[in-house]
């Protein structure tokens, strides 16, 4: 705190203005201790919406690579039906002597 000057004389420090001035430097040092622990809180948060986001966008990925997965799986699923019924139906003859006795009058 600057001396302060009125009518050209000094100001003279009493116990009282100095009991301020002590004060006021605690709440100086309490102010750069809040400043500098909102700076350390702000880039805590930032690395916290960067990890989020970063691990939003892996959840998206994944849930791709699955549904491509399931998509893949189902298809080969469905191959192996239609195989598993092509070799079914390539074993038995088209047309059996039943058939051709029973349309024969």
Known sequence: ???LHTDN???I???????L????KQLEEKLKGYKKATQQLNRIVA???????LRDITIHRLRGEL?????????RL???AYDNWAK????????TREDIYSSNP
Request: a negative charge; aromatic letters at 6%; charged letters at 40%.
């Open 9 to 11: 004389s000094t100001y």
């Open 67 to 75: 549904s491509t997965l399931e998509d893949r799986e189902d298809s």
């Open 47 to 53: 690395h916290r919406d960067e990890v989020i986001s």
């Open 1 to 3: 705190m600057e001396d």
């Open 78 to 80: 469905r191959r192996v």
């Open 88 to 95: 079914e139906v390539d074993n038995q003859p088209i047309i």
């Open 13 to 19: 420090d009493t116990p009282f203005t100095l009991e």
């Open 21 to 24: 001035k002590g004060y006021i």
